[in-house]
Protein backbone atom coordinates (compact mmCIF):
# COMPACT_ATOMS: atom_id res chain seq x y z
CA UNK A 1 0.00 0.00 0.00
CA UNK A 2 1.29 3.51 -0.84
CA UNK A 3 2.55 5.73 2.20
CA UNK A 4 0.69 8.78 2.35
CA UNK A 5 2.50 11.92 3.99
CA UNK A 6 2.76 15.73 4.42
CA UNK A 7 5.78 17.45 3.82
CA UNK A 8 7.43 19.12 6.51
CA UNK A 9 7.84 23.12 6.41
CA UNK A 10 11.58 22.06 5.75
CA UNK A 11 10.85 22.72 2.30
CA UNK A 12 9.72 26.36 2.34
CA UNK A 13 11.79 29.28 1.36
CA UNK A 14 13.57 27.53 -1.61
CA UNK A 15 11.24 29.08 -4.35
CA UNK A 16 12.10 32.56 -3.39
CA UNK A 17 16.17 31.87 -4.41
CA UNK A 18 16.77 33.87 -6.99
CA UNK A 19 17.37 32.27 -9.85
CA UNK A 20 20.24 32.88 -12.94
CA UNK A 21 19.09 32.88 -15.91
CA UNK A 22 20.89 29.87 -17.64
CA UNK A 23 21.24 28.64 -21.91
CA UNK A 24 19.13 25.47 -22.61
CA UNK A 25 20.60 22.57 -24.16
CA UNK A 26 23.32 20.24 -23.28
CA UNK A 27 24.35 18.61 -20.58
CA UNK A 28 25.90 20.27 -17.49
CA UNK A 29 26.91 18.92 -13.72
CA UNK A 30 28.06 20.70 -10.53
CA UNK A 31 31.65 19.40 -9.32
CA UNK A 32 31.06 16.33 -10.56
CA UNK A 33 34.20 14.44 -11.52
CA UNK A 34 32.52 12.72 -14.33
CA UNK A 35 33.08 9.40 -13.16
CA UNK A 36 30.86 6.68 -15.14
CA UNK A 37 31.34 3.58 -13.76
CA UNK A 38 30.52 1.34 -10.73
CA UNK A 39 27.07 0.15 -8.80
CA UNK A 40 24.64 2.93 -7.10
CA UNK A 41 26.13 2.25 -3.70
CA UNK A 42 29.74 2.16 -4.43
CA UNK A 43 29.99 5.75 -4.28
CA UNK A 44 27.39 8.22 -3.02
CA UNK A 45 27.96 11.10 -5.15
CA UNK A 46 24.77 13.19 -3.99
CA UNK A 47 21.68 15.30 -5.94
CA UNK A 48 21.14 14.64 -9.71
CA UNK A 49 18.33 16.41 -11.47
CA UNK A 50 17.08 15.27 -15.15
CA UNK A 51 14.92 17.99 -16.29
CA UNK A 52 11.75 18.47 -18.13
CA UNK A 53 10.70 20.10 -21.38
CA UNK A 54 12.31 23.16 -21.65
CA UNK A 55 15.36 22.12 -19.76
CA UNK A 56 16.92 24.58 -17.40
CA UNK A 57 16.73 28.52 -18.46
CA UNK A 58 13.16 28.41 -18.23
CA UNK A 59 12.64 31.01 -15.46
CA UNK A 60 9.55 28.99 -14.08
CA UNK A 61 9.76 25.01 -13.52
CA UNK A 62 13.23 23.61 -13.95
CA UNK A 63 14.77 26.38 -12.98
CA UNK A 64 13.16 26.34 -9.43
CA UNK A 65 13.99 22.63 -9.37
CA UNK A 66 18.07 23.71 -9.95
CA UNK A 67 17.27 26.14 -7.21
CA UNK A 68 16.66 23.55 -4.57
CA UNK A 69 19.39 21.26 -6.08
CA UNK A 70 21.95 24.66 -5.79
CA UNK A 71 20.93 25.04 -1.99
CA UNK A 72 21.07 20.99 -1.32
CA UNK A 73 24.48 21.23 -2.98
CA UNK A 74 25.74 24.15 -0.75
CA UNK A 75 24.60 23.15 2.65
CA UNK A 76 25.61 19.21 2.38
CA UNK A 77 28.93 19.96 -0.18
CA UNK A 78 28.33 16.88 -2.47
CA UNK A 79 28.74 16.43 -5.88
CA UNK A 80 25.89 16.95 -7.87
CA UNK A 81 24.19 16.50 -11.63
CA UNK A 82 21.54 18.32 -13.69
CA UNK A 83 21.06 16.46 -17.33
CA UNK A 84 18.89 18.35 -20.05
CA UNK A 85 16.28 16.34 -22.30
CA UNK A 86 16.86 15.78 -25.88
CA UNK A 87 14.19 16.88 -28.48
CA UNK A 88 11.94 14.27 -29.45
CA UNK A 89 12.81 11.84 -26.45
CA UNK A 90 11.44 8.53 -25.83
CA UNK A 91 10.32 6.90 -22.76
CA UNK A 92 13.74 5.03 -23.21
CA UNK A 93 15.93 7.48 -23.43
CA UNK A 94 14.85 8.82 -20.13
CA UNK A 95 14.90 5.48 -18.89
CA UNK A 96 18.69 5.25 -20.29
CA UNK A 97 19.29 8.57 -18.37
CA UNK A 98 18.09 7.72 -14.77
CA UNK A 99 19.85 4.92 -14.93
CA UNK A 100 23.28 6.67 -15.58
CA UNK A 101 22.93 8.40 -12.95
CA UNK A 102 21.63 5.81 -10.55
CA UNK A 103 24.44 3.78 -11.59
CA UNK A 104 27.51 6.26 -11.34
CA UNK A 105 26.24 6.42 -7.71
CA UNK A 106 23.87 9.72 -7.30
CA UNK A 107 21.44 9.34 -4.52
CA UNK A 108 18.59 10.46 -4.91
CA UNK A 109 17.74 11.11 -8.58
CA UNK A 110 14.92 13.13 -9.01
CA UNK A 111 12.83 13.01 -12.81
CA UNK A 112 11.46 16.88 -12.86
CA UNK A 113 8.33 16.18 -14.53
CA UNK A 114 5.18 14.32 -14.87
CA UNK A 115 6.53 12.36 -17.88
CA UNK A 116 9.65 10.83 -16.67
CA UNK A 117 6.16 8.07 -14.90
CA UNK A 118 7.30 5.09 -16.87
CA UNK A 119 10.75 5.29 -16.82
CA UNK A 120 11.13 5.88 -13.28
CA UNK A 121 8.81 3.18 -12.30
CA UNK A 122 11.24 0.72 -14.28
CA UNK A 123 14.80 2.28 -13.14
CA UNK A 124 13.41 2.24 -9.28
CA UNK A 125 13.33 -1.55 -9.37
CA UNK A 126 16.77 -1.86 -10.54
CA UNK A 127 18.57 0.18 -8.33
CA UNK A 128 16.22 -0.72 -4.79
CA UNK A 129 19.59 0.42 -2.50
CA UNK A 130 18.59 4.32 -4.69
CA UNK A 131 16.17 6.83 -3.50
CA UNK A 132 14.16 8.27 -6.53
CA UNK A 133 11.91 11.28 -6.56
CA UNK A 134 9.52 12.39 -9.33
CA UNK A 135 7.96 15.79 -9.68
CA UNK A 136 3.81 15.73 -10.46
CA UNK A 137 3.33 12.68 -11.01
CA UNK A 138 2.92 9.25 -8.83
CA UNK A 139 4.92 6.33 -9.18
CA UNK A 140 4.86 3.68 -6.96
CA UNK A 141 7.98 2.00 -5.49
CA UNK A 142 9.38 1.41 -1.84
CA UNK A 143 12.39 3.69 -3.03
CA UNK A 144 10.35 6.22 -4.40
CA UNK A 145 9.03 9.71 -3.38
CA UNK A 146 6.20 11.25 -5.10
CA UNK A 147 6.51 14.87 -5.12
CA UNK A 148 2.84 16.40 -5.77
CA UNK A 149 1.20 19.87 -5.45
CA UNK A 150 -1.96 21.91 -5.15
CA UNK A 151 -1.60 23.94 -7.90
CA UNK A 152 -5.42 24.40 -7.59
CA UNK A 153 -5.10 26.20 -4.66
CA UNK A 154 -2.22 29.13 -5.85
CA UNK A 155 -4.09 29.11 -8.88
CA UNK A 156 -7.53 29.74 -6.93
CA UNK A 157 -5.26 32.78 -5.44
CA UNK A 158 -4.20 33.66 -8.57
CA UNK A 159 -7.86 33.62 -9.64
CA UNK A 160 -8.91 36.20 -7.07
CA UNK A 161 -5.68 38.24 -7.38
CA UNK A 162 -7.12 38.71 -11.48
CA UNK A 163 -10.61 39.40 -10.77
CA UNK A 164 -9.38 42.41 -8.12
CA UNK A 165 -6.84 43.63 -10.77
CA UNK A 166 -8.97 43.65 -14.24
CA UNK A 167 -10.93 46.87 -15.37
CA UNK A 168 -12.00 45.13 -18.38
CA UNK A 169 -13.89 42.50 -16.50
CA UNK A 170 -12.24 39.66 -18.94
CA UNK A 171 -9.09 37.98 -17.85
CA UNK A 172 -7.38 35.05 -19.95
CA UNK A 173 -5.72 31.56 -18.91
CA UNK A 174 -3.05 30.04 -21.12
CA UNK A 175 -2.43 26.52 -20.92
CA UNK A 176 0.86 24.57 -22.25
CA UNK A 177 -0.59 21.13 -23.28
CA UNK A 178 -4.57 20.05 -22.46
CA UNK A 179 -3.64 17.61 -19.66
CA UNK A 180 -4.92 16.91 -16.31
CA UNK A 181 -1.82 18.50 -14.55
CA UNK A 182 -2.65 21.89 -16.45
CA UNK A 183 -5.97 21.01 -15.63
CA UNK A 184 -5.90 21.97 -12.08
CA UNK A 185 -3.95 25.38 -12.74
CA UNK A 186 -7.55 26.21 -15.12
CA UNK A 187 -9.55 24.99 -12.80
CA UNK A 188 -8.87 26.82 -9.65
CA UNK A 189 -7.62 30.12 -11.34
CA UNK A 190 -11.56 29.97 -12.97
CA UNK A 191 -12.67 29.36 -9.52
CA UNK A 192 -10.70 32.21 -7.84
CA UNK A 193 -11.98 34.41 -10.27
CA UNK A 194 -15.85 33.59 -10.70
CA UNK A 195 -16.12 33.70 -6.69
CA UNK A 196 -14.19 36.77 -6.02
CA UNK A 197 -16.28 39.12 -8.62
CA UNK A 198 -19.75 36.92 -8.47
CA UNK A 199 -19.44 35.74 -11.47
CA UNK A 200 -19.11 39.21 -12.90
CA UNK A 201 -15.78 38.07 -14.73
CA UNK A 202 -14.77 36.55 -17.93
CA UNK A 203 -12.25 34.02 -18.04
CA UNK A 204 -11.17 33.18 -21.73
CA UNK A 205 -8.83 29.68 -22.30
CA UNK A 206 -6.57 28.37 -24.20
CA UNK A 207 -4.29 25.45 -24.35
CA UNK A 208 -1.23 25.92 -26.99
CA UNK A 209 -0.90 21.79 -27.49
CA UNK A 210 -2.64 18.79 -27.38
CA UNK A 211 0.93 16.66 -26.58
CA UNK A 212 4.06 17.77 -25.08
CA UNK A 213 5.93 16.80 -28.04
CA UNK A 214 4.17 19.39 -29.92
CA UNK A 215 5.99 22.26 -27.66
CA UNK A 216 3.07 23.60 -25.24
CA UNK A 217 5.85 23.58 -22.60
CA UNK A 218 8.83 24.79 -24.47
CA UNK A 219 7.52 27.53 -27.57
CA UNK A 220 7.58 31.39 -26.40
CA UNK A 221 5.87 32.29 -29.63
CA UNK A 222 2.89 29.97 -29.49
CA UNK A 223 2.24 31.67 -25.93
CA UNK A 224 3.07 35.15 -27.64
CA UNK A 225 0.84 34.53 -30.22
CA UNK A 226 -2.13 33.05 -27.56
CA UNK A 227 -2.12 35.95 -25.35
CA UNK A 228 -2.06 38.66 -28.29
CA UNK A 229 -5.77 36.42 -29.21
CA UNK A 230 -6.58 37.07 -25.50
CA UNK A 231 -5.37 40.75 -25.26
CA UNK A 232 -7.74 41.57 -28.60
CA UNK A 233 -10.54 40.15 -26.68
CA UNK A 234 -9.74 42.66 -24.19
CA UNK A 235 -8.34 40.33 -21.01
CA UNK A 236 -6.08 42.86 -19.37
CA UNK A 237 -4.65 39.95 -17.09
CA UNK A 238 -3.26 36.79 -18.42
CA UNK A 239 -2.18 33.97 -16.03
CA UNK A 240 -0.11 31.50 -18.09
CA UNK A 241 1.13 27.99 -17.11
CA UNK A 242 3.16 27.13 -19.59
CA UNK A 243 6.48 26.61 -18.34
CA UNK A 244 8.87 28.12 -20.99
CA UNK A 245 6.19 29.10 -23.46
CA UNK A 246 4.92 31.66 -20.57
CA UNK A 247 7.92 34.10 -21.40
CA UNK A 248 5.84 34.40 -24.45
CA UNK A 249 2.34 35.37 -22.48
CA UNK A 250 5.09 37.71 -20.49
CA UNK A 251 6.02 39.57 -23.17
CA UNK A 252 2.90 39.91 -24.95
CA UNK A 253 1.09 41.26 -21.83
CA UNK A 254 3.95 43.67 -21.24
CA UNK A 255 4.11 45.00 -24.81
CA UNK A 256 0.36 45.93 -24.09
CA UNK A 257 0.76 47.15 -21.09
CA UNK A 258 -1.73 44.89 -19.52
CA UNK A 259 -0.83 42.36 -16.03
CA UNK A 260 0.63 38.96 -16.78
CA UNK A 261 0.45 36.40 -13.74
CA UNK A 262 3.45 33.74 -13.86
CA UNK A 263 3.93 30.49 -12.58
CA UNK A 264 5.95 28.39 -10.25
CA UNK A 265 9.07 30.67 -9.82
CA UNK A 266 8.68 34.27 -9.02
CA UNK A 267 8.81 34.91 -12.39
CA UNK A 268 9.33 39.30 -11.64
CA UNK A 269 11.99 38.40 -10.12
CA UNK A 270 13.52 36.55 -12.44
CA UNK A 271 16.62 38.41 -14.56
CA UNK A 272 15.21 37.31 -17.68
CA UNK A 273 12.31 38.96 -17.77
CA UNK A 274 13.23 42.19 -16.23
CA UNK A 275 12.12 43.86 -19.24
CA UNK A 276 8.83 42.75 -18.69
CA UNK A 277 8.90 42.68 -14.64
CA UNK A 278 6.47 46.09 -14.27
CA UNK A 279 3.44 43.65 -16.13
CA UNK A 280 4.10 40.92 -13.59
CA UNK A 281 1.45 41.43 -11.30
CA UNK A 282 2.45 37.85 -9.36
CA UNK A 283 2.96 34.64 -9.78
CA UNK A 284 1.35 31.45 -8.67
CA UNK A 285 4.03 29.72 -6.47
CA UNK A 286 5.13 26.22 -6.85
CA UNK A 287 8.20 25.19 -4.21
CA UNK A 288 9.43 22.60 -6.97
CA UNK A 289 12.65 23.46 -5.20
CA UNK A 290 11.96 23.11 -1.84
CA UNK A 291 11.03 19.50 -3.18
CA UNK A 292 13.86 18.99 -4.43
CA UNK A 293 15.87 20.30 -1.46
CA UNK A 294 13.67 18.03 1.08
CA UNK A 295 13.92 14.84 -0.42
CA UNK A 296 17.78 15.52 -0.53
CA UNK A 297 18.12 16.40 2.77
CA UNK A 298 16.16 13.11 3.73
CA UNK A 299 18.25 11.11 1.77
CA UNK A 300 21.29 12.98 3.57
CA UNK A 301 20.07 12.50 6.76
CA UNK A 302 19.60 8.56 5.91
CA UNK A 303 15.91 8.94 6.27
CA UNK A 304 15.07 8.68 3.02
CA UNK A 305 11.24 9.86 2.22
CA UNK A 306 9.13 7.29 0.04
CA UNK A 307 5.43 7.54 -1.06
CA UNK A 308 3.49 10.43 -1.45
CA UNK A 309 4.86 13.86 -0.10
CA UNK A 310 2.07 16.76 -0.66
CA UNK A 311 2.73 20.34 -0.89
CA UNK A 312 -0.18 23.03 -0.55
CA UNK A 313 -1.03 26.02 1.02
CA UNK A 314 -0.94 24.34 4.80
CA UNK A 315 3.00 23.86 4.64
CA UNK A 316 3.88 27.16 2.45
CA UNK A 317 3.96 24.05 -1.10
CA UNK A 318 2.23 26.34 -2.98
CA UNK A 319 1.19 30.14 -2.55
CA UNK A 320 1.20 34.06 -4.55
CA UNK A 321 4.49 36.11 -4.76
CA UNK A 322 3.93 39.73 -3.68
CA UNK A 323 7.03 41.02 -4.61
CA UNK A 324 5.84 43.38 -7.65
CA UNK A 325 4.93 46.75 -5.18
CA UNK A 326 1.84 47.25 -7.07
CA UNK A 327 0.66 44.35 -6.10
CA UNK A 328 0.11 46.21 -2.72
CA UNK A 329 -1.62 49.14 -4.31
CA UNK A 330 -4.66 47.56 -5.98
CA UNK A 331 -7.64 48.40 -4.03
CA UNK A 332 -8.52 45.27 -1.85
CA UNK A 333 -6.11 42.86 -3.68
CA UNK A 334 -4.09 41.93 -0.58
CA UNK A 335 -6.32 41.46 1.69
CA UNK A 336 -8.89 39.14 -0.54
CA UNK A 337 -5.73 37.05 -1.15
CA UNK A 338 -5.23 36.90 2.42
CA UNK A 339 -9.00 35.79 3.33
CA UNK A 340 -8.78 33.05 0.55
CA UNK A 341 -5.65 31.67 1.27
CA UNK A 342 -7.28 31.31 5.28
CA UNK A 343 -10.32 29.65 4.10
CA UNK A 344 -8.72 27.57 1.50
CA UNK A 345 -6.78 26.14 4.74
CA UNK A 346 -9.48 26.20 7.22
CA UNK A 347 -11.36 24.15 4.79
CA UNK A 348 -14.02 26.72 4.47
CA UNK A 349 -13.38 27.19 0.43
CA UNK A 350 -12.75 23.63 -1.32
CA UNK A 351 -10.66 24.19 -4.53
CA UNK A 352 -11.84 22.44 -7.68
CA UNK A 353 -9.09 20.20 -9.67
CA UNK A 354 -11.46 19.71 -13.02
Not at 68 to 74: F, I, M, N, T, Y
Not at 253 to 269: F, H, R, T
Amino acid sequence: MRRISKLTRVAVGVASLALAATACGGTSSENNDGGSGGDGGKEDLGLAIAYDIGGKGDQSFNDAAYAGLEKARDEFGYKTADIEPTEGETDADKEQRLSSLAKQGYNPVIGVGFAYGPAMEAVAAKYPDTTFGIVDSVVEGDNVASLVFAEEQASYLAGVAAAKATKTNTVGFVGGVDIPLIHKFEAGYKQGVQDTSDGKVKVVSQYLTQTAEEGGFSSPDKGKAAAEGQIEKKADVVYQAAGLSGQGVIEAAAKAKVWAIGVDSDQYEQEALAAYKDYILTSALKDVGGAVYALAKSVNDDKPLTGVQTFDLKVDGVGLSDSNPKFAEIEGLQDAVNTAKEAIIDGSIKVKTE
